[in-house]
């Protein structure tokens, strides 16, 4: 017997581990590249830990103001804070330091965006339906938590950039009235940019957002194995099984191979596009404030509807200056996340649907909620260009104010618009697809008929592709579903099972 048959026995019989791994091997998943997003947020996150342990045995968490004497020269000699002077010492000194950095940059980066993309396939495809909507919301609370992680790490260099960063922070604390002063002088320990914000942004960073990230990553991934992953229709699949492939050995080589792809392509992007150059930015000075400066993209929605906001909304009340231009920006954003949060409740109350779902549905078969979606993406992206006013002003050469106007506009008709052409665009697809059903597709062949008439030749679909185009949610104004099931798998290696 190897060694390895003798270490499995021997923990097997101090723990029947065997049975909990023969169960879950043989669990099975559907195979789409749209799964795939899922999987590279969690791969990012592992990218994330590792890479950060590295930067952490480093980096020193501390505000206090030392010379610097490192390797580059440009800022020998010049006062920053210990933050900075061992972030560059990092970038420039140690081996392999500065890639390190840019790994751990791009991964969060990655990290962020994968979730978001991850969620809008679920949003499209309604796979937050009966039983996943606590799924959705902890979904969701990840991606909330995935910007904290981010802006944490991205504001500890105490650089100039991330400085401004905090600058903008502090003065949108300090806008609430009563209370937001004293939260400002409790995060920063005083005045800003005050002494203690670095360290206290270095725990948070480093060991309470990743312990809370990694609960509910394991509380998600938990949750997909007891509802089973949804699937696409096809053959063979309905709402009561899952046609796919085993987590081993199959999923479970796919997913290991996939890992090393993901992290070679974000080491690839480290070692070959910088991110973050602080060198360049020099260590935070409150006196200046760089042109053209940009917070990470996904911080960028909330940096926008500061800048939309009209200036000058203040008023004076119970004798504390109440700043509008503030506050209300704050609302709309925390709105706008809660209703994202609520929103499969919410379709669920509007339906009735109390039933439980396992297929997905085509985003053209169930139209309002597309436009929803496409609404929301649109008032999220007019925030997220706002971000960047100063830069689109300044490239295309046009008047800063004309960018904010029309800005201002876009945000209020924009959502409107892409809900009405994105239900109109869905229902137009539907159409199609009936005509399709009932005539069949268009072959580009002529013929002409014994009395003289030119008709094209329509060729009927397949009893699959039939099913599938017939298939739509009750309600959802498109064609209605038939009672015959889906058609029979054939000829097909997948494997099928609970």
Not at 202 to 219: G, K, M, N, R, S
Request: net charge neutral; proline share 6%.
């Amino acid at each position: 017997m190897s060694i390895t048959a003798k270490a499995s026995n021997y923990l097997d019989e101090r723990t029947s581990i065997s049975g909990a791994v023969k169960e879950f091997g043989r669990k099975i998943f559907p195979d789409h590249w749209s799964f795939l997003l899922g999987e590279v947020a969690l791969y990012s996150f592992v990218i994330i830990l590792l890479s950060g342990t590295f930067l952490t045995f480093f980096f020193q968490a501390s505000m206090t103001p030392v010379e610097y004497h490192g390797s580059y020269v440009p800022l020998k000699g010049i006062e920053m804070s210990a933050a900075m002077s061992s972030t560059l010492d990092i970038s420039f000194d140690i081996r392999g330091g500065l890639l390190m950095r840019q790994v751990h940059h791009w991964a969060a980066l990655l990290f962020v965006a994968s979730i978001g993309l991850h969620m809008l396939r679920v949003f499209f495809t309604g796979a937050f339906r009966k039983p996943r909507e606590l799924n959705w919301s902890i979904g969701f609370v990840l991606f909330v938590l995935a910007m904290a992680e981010g802006f944490t790490g991205y504001s500890l260099p105490d650089d100039l950039l991330s400085g401004n960063g905090l600058r903008i922070i502090d003065g949108m604390i300090v806008g609430f009235p009563v209370v937001g002063t004293w939260i400002s002088f409790l995060l920063f320990g005083g005045e800003f940019p005050g002494g203690d914000i670095v360290g206290r942004l270095y725990t948070l960073h480093i060991l309470l957002l990743p312990l809370i990230v990694l609960a509910f990553i394991v509380l998600h991934l938990m949750f997909v194995i007891i509802h089973k992953h949804t699937q696409y229709p096809g053959p063979g699949r309905t709402e009561q099984n899952v046609v796919g492939y085993p987590v081993l050995p199959v999923y479970a080589a796919k997913a290991g191979g996939f890992f090393f792809i993901v992290f070679g392509v974000v080491a690839l992007f480290a070692a070959t596009v910088t991110i973050n150059p602080i060198w360049a930015y020099g260590p935070y000075d409150p006196s200046p404030v760089s042109a053209g400066t940009q917070p990470d993209w996904y911080i960028g929605f909330a940096d926008g509807a500061l800048r939309l906001m009209p200036p000058g909304l203040e008023t004076y009340w119970f004798g504390y200056t109440w700043s509008w231009n503030i506050i209300i920006p704050v609302l709309i954003l925390v709105l706008f996340l809660a209703v994202v949060f609520a929103y499969p409740f919410f379709e669920a109350w509007v339906t009735g649907d109390k039933r439980e779902h396992h297929l997905l549905d085509r985003p053209r078969n169930a139209p309002v909620r597309t436009a929803i979606g496409a609404a929301g993406v649109t008032f999220y992206a007019v925030l997220w260009a706002a971000a960047s006013s100063d830069i689109i002003a300044t490239h295309f050469k046009v008047t800063m104010e004309g960018v904010i106007n029309t800005l201002q506009i876009l945000l209020i008709v924009g959502p409107i618009v892409a809900f009405i052409i994105t239900k109109r665009v869905c229902l137009a697809l539907q159409k199609k697809d009936r005509e399709i059903v009932l005539h069949g597709f268009e072959t580009g062949r002529i013929v002409r008929l014994p009395g003289g008439e030119f008709i094209e030749v329509h060729e009927q679909i397949d009893e699959f592709e039939r099913w599938h185009k017939e298939r739509a949610p009750a309600g959802s104004g498109a064609l209605a579903p038939l009672a015959n099931p889906p058609p029979k798998l054939r000829g097909s290696a997948e494997w099928s099972g609970p």
